[in-house]
């Protein structure tokens, strides 16, 4: 991270980080995503629906991942323990939105001071397409990660015109990285076009990811050990709360161990039997 983008994070609570997906990956995903949401279309009354298990539906999907424009930020925001613990393939519909006006997505959270957490818990989104000002964007109360979490939620009448509020109009190729305490919405979806977003959440190996934050082909794509941590992967012999990407390990150890295949085979069968809702 720069120092700019250090302490915009660190005081403000996100980050708007302009063209980090190479125009060939983002020619793949826009594809990819077009064909498997044009599957799932129909509806399901919530204005907005989600393709289940994206990290199966193509390779391009699990290379953002740890994308090499992004991950070093992660890396330093999150820390050496990083796992990827949820993802979202979202489509929104034209129309009213269907986030919680100014919310943490971790307000239910126990056991975290949230105010004084700063690297507990990133979401990232990844836009493959231009959006429009009124195409349901992204909207933030900058500094807000840092209240406590039964702090009142503000109402705002006109959010166009407030100087608390700054909303993220992303181009093709960008990401937006945000503390997911820091008070946020999508704004309404005012034009005819859909809205469509890749969300990936990053949290600590300790804590318990989704199903949906792991492929089913390990074997083929969980090809080196920062990889294998991000999808949940123990290394033998280290502590659970001691995952760490930057000490040194015997890669072919690590990844033929008993421990890791058994590992491999519970997140398959999660997979199977999980239905996750978190948005």
């Known amino acids: 991270m720069t120092i700019d983008q250090r302490l915009q994070y660190e005081n403000q609570g996100f980050l708007h980080l302009p063209g980090v997906i190479p125009p060939d990956m983002v020619a793949r995903l826009r594809r990819a995503f077009d064909v498997a949401a044009a599957r799932e279309r129909g509806g399901n009354g919530q204005g907005f629906y989600d393709i289940p298990n994206i990290l199966d539906v193509d390779d391009c999907f699990v290379d953002l991942v740890d994308l090499p424009t992004v991950l070093p930020i992660l890396l330093e925001v999150v820390g050496p323990d990083i796992q990827l613990n949820h993802t979202h393939a979202r489509v929104f519909p034209p129309g009213k939105t269907f986030t919680a006006a100014w919310h943490s997505d971790l307000v239910d959270v126990l056991g975290i001071d949230l105010a004084n957490s700063l690297n507990f818990f990133v979401k990232v989104h990844f836009y493959f397409e231009d959006l429009r000002p009124d195409q349901g964007c992204l909207a933030f109360l900058p500094g807000t990660h840092r209240l406590p979490a039964d702090y009142p939620r503000p109402v705002i009448a006109d959010i166009d015109r407030s100087p608390a509020v700054v909303k993220i109009v992303p181009k093709a190729g960008d990401a937006v990285l945000f503390n997911t305490h820091l008070l946020h919405m999508a704004l309404d979806n005012d034009s005819h076009l859909d809205r469509k977003s890749l969300i990936y959440a990053y949290s600590h190996f300790w804590l318990k990811n989704y199903a949906n934050a792991v492929p ?64």
């Not at 992967?233 to 890791?260: M, T």
């Open 216 to 279: 089913s082909d390990l074997d083929r794509l969980a090809t080196t050990r920062l990889r294998r941590q991000l999808f949940g992967i123990e290394e033998e012999g280290v502590s659970y709360f001691d995952q760490r990407v930057d000490k040194n390990a015997d890669e072919r150890h690590a990844y033929s161990s008993l421990r890791a295949a058994s590992r491999r085979l519970i997140h398959r069968f999660r997979k199977r039997s999980s239905i996750t809702t978190l948005h």
